[in-house]
């Protein structure tokens, strides 16, 4: 009888560590597969073939709104949104300043570089795009190749705005920042022979309002943030192609 129970625990044992092992084996996997994507400087040469044809195009531009980073639970937020709400009203009338003719002007920049630059006028979802099977240094996650015969390019270049807006952080109930005007996003070029990035810029612009930021109805200090941050980030987009 001991020995039979013996055999069971030694069995239990060995199931357990081998479920650990695979666990852990997994989450080193996961962990390798999920390291961001660092900055890709461009290069010079990129921009001054006339013969090569740039598609330049953005993904939809997000509703301008309120967000409290921190505010974990979902009473937190809840009590978060509710401090905020007359802010938050006024921050969704604002539009999205300057980012509807962005990648006109990022066309033009490339056009006087030498290279030819085709406007998508389009908004892509790079979501939807198949999975790349690529496992090279600077490749994209997902596969663009498909807009190389669409639009007959040679590279493409997109702007993905993923944040617009204020920000105010929070640690549970308890707000730890003022409200700040904030933009995120990333920026990338693509040689789409390969799927590899010939420029990748990872966007986080964050402005603080001058003074007293609490005035409500229409906020001016904060609103003045947000029309900053907006210009800084467009300005950020476009610097490495002037």
């Given at each position: 009888m001991?020995?039979c129970?013996n055999?069971?625990c030694w ?9 650990m092992a695979t666990m852990?084996a997994t989450?080193v996997?996961v962990?390798c597969a ?7 400087d461009?290069k010079?040469a990129?921009?001054?073939g006339n ?7 953005m ?22 949104s509710m401090?905020n709400?007359s ?6 009338t ?6 509807d003719?962005l990648k ?23 979501d ?5 099977s690529?496992s ?11 807009f ?13 705005v993923s ?11 308890v ?10 996003g990333?920026?990338?070029l693509?040689d ?7 420029w990748y810029l ?6 603080g309002?001058?003074?007293n930021w609490?005035?409500?109805?229409k906020?001016?200090?904060?609103t003045n943030?947000?029309f ?7 300005e950020?987009f ?5």
């Amino acid at each position: 009888m001991w020995s039979c129970f013996n055999e069971i625990c030694w069995e239990v044992g060995l199931r357990f560590v081998f479920a650990m092992a695979t666990m852990v084996a997994t989450v080193v996997v996961v962990g390798c597969a999920s390291v961001p994507q660092g900055p890709v400087d461009i290069k010079p040469a990129t921009l001054s073939g006339n013969s090569t044809r740039i598609g330049v195009a953005m993904t939809a531009v997000p509703k301008v709104d309120t967000s409290f980073p921190g505010a974990g639970c979902l009473l937190c937020l809840a009590a978060a949104s509710m401090m905020n709400n007359s802010l938050t009203d006024h921050i969704r009338t604002l539009p999205p300043e300057g980012l509807d003719t962005l990648k006109q002007e990022i066309a033009q920049a490339i056009t006087k570089k030498g290279a030819t630059a085709v406007v998508i006028a389009e908004q892509i979802n790079v979501d939807d795009l198949p999975r790349s099977s690529g496992s090279a240094p600077n490749t994209a996650p997902r596969d663009h190749s498909s807009f190389k015969q669409k639009y007959q390019i040679d590279k493409l270049l997109v702007i993905n705005v993923s944040y617009v807006g204020v920000e105010r952080a929070y640690s549970a109930y308890v707000p730890t920042t003022d409200p700040k005007g904030a933009l995120r996003g990333t920026g990338y070029l693509l040689d789409l022979s390969s799927n590899t990035y010939e420029w990748y810029l990872p966007v986080a612009v964050i402005k603080g309002a001058e003074g007293n930021w609490d005035e409500p109805p229409k906020f001016p200090g904060v609103t003045n943030a947000y029309f900053q941050a907006l210009e800084q980030g467009k300005e950020t987009f476009l610097t490495p192609f002037k």
